[in-house]
């Protein structure tokens, strides 16, 4: 790996140290099971974005749709940052045809006022978790709804919400996934290998990251991150009545719809993280190809579902870890034109 954890100089306007401030934000993104499916690179002037489909579960994210969504949510944390820092992000999307890792190039030359929504979403980089535990039965209020789904319509993606007669399909759904994914030994021993880590684990997910151990009352099926050693719930703590699920969705698919979807979903989420609602995750029912179309018809057919959220007022919980800066960075690469 990298000998040296820092870049060798500036970035455009940007100087070493915000470099490092930059790239840090990018990797505090989300992505599946913790895998961190990216790499960058830097130039004289830009910041360059790179897919690494090697490191996605391949059971479960076969066609990458994961390591896009990943490496969009990572592009926003990037370009946010770069904008809190005074400096427009210009961002060009697979600047290289004939190279579909190459998610994008952000060049770092103009100087750009910074405004008070920029400061909000970096601000809540750092706060945002996912967060698998019972969240309160409180409603999230209607202005936030609408802010979410103008956050997605920014990064062009729809944010859709699913109707009160569409719940009880949907939990279906979900269970049947669920059922189908555990029927696959491959996909046991993949799930395995990346959950249950010990807390501080560069990537997957820790057994402190996970929600209770499942019970037999669960309208809802979660996925148990704990490798089996979750904690068992206190009596009453059940998951609440009545989640706030979302999807995400493109009307097109593929790598470039993708990251824009990975955009909207962190830019949803860390709208959401500023006004203290946290979110987590219902991916079975995109992985599994049956429920995905059956969750296609749900949203109405034309609109490609990307992610499946659940959202409410959680709690606190451990930060994940990721790996170091300087593993996942190429510094220094060609001067670009
Ligand atoms: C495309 C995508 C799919 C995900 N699917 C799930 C999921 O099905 N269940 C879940 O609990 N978390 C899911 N996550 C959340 C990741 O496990 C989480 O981002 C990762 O462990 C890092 O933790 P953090 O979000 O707390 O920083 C998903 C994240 C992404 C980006």
């Given amino acids: 790996m990298n000998a040296d954890p820092l870049p060798s100089g500036a970035v455009g306007r940007l100087d070493r140290d915000q470099v490092v401030q930059v790239l840090r934000a990018a990797v505090a ?12 690179g830097t130039t004289a002037s830009s910041f360059e974005v790179f897919a690494d489909p090697e490191r996605g579960p391949r059971i479960c994210d076969p066609d990458d749709r994961a390591v896009y969504l990943a490496c969009g949510a990572a592009l926003l944390n990037l370009r946010l940052m770069v904008s809190n820092l005074g400096v427009h992000p210009d961002v060009r999307l697979f600047p290289d045809a004939a190279d579909p890792s190459h998610v994008a190039s952000v060049s770092c030359r103009q100087p750009a006022h910074v405004d008070p929504m920029t400061r909000r979403l970096v601000a809540a980089i750092a ?13 999230v209020p209607d202005l936030l709804r609408a802010a979410l789904r103008d956050a997605a319509r920014e990064e062009h993606a729809w944010l859709v919400g699913f109707p009160e007669e569409q719940l009880s399909q949907l939990r279906t759904l979900v269970g049947e996934a669920h059922r189908l994914q555990h029927a696959d030994p491959a996909f046991v021993q993949e799930w395995r290998s990346w959950t249950g880590r010990p807390a501080g684990s560069p990537d997957g997910v820790p057994a402190t990251a996970a929600g209770p151990l499942p019970e037999q009352q669960d309208v809802w099926v979660l996925r148990d991150f704990s490798g089996g050693n979750g904690v068992v719930r206190a009596p009453g703590r059940d998951f609440e009545s009545d989640p706030y699920l979302l999807c995400v969705a493109t009307f097109v698919e593929g790598p470039h719809a993708q990251v824009q979807a990975g955009a909207a979903l962190q830019r949803v989420l860390l709208r959401a993280a500023a006004d203290g609602v946290t979110a987590s995750f219902l ?3 995109i992985e599994v190809p049956s429920t995905c179309r059956e969750l296609r018809r749900l949203i109405g057919g034309a609109l490609r579902p990307q992610v499946v959220l659940r959202l409410g007022y959680g709690g606190q919980t451990p930060a994940t870890a990721r790996r170091p800066v300087a593993d996942v960075v190429d510094f220094g690469g060609p001067a670009a034109g």
């Fill in 127 to 139: 706060l945002r978790h996912t967060y698998r535990r019972p969240m309160l039965d409180s409603r």
């Fill in 283 to 285: 991916s079975q029912l």
């Fill in 29 to 40: 993104a989300p992505s599946l099971h913790n895998s961190q499916p990216w790499r960058f």
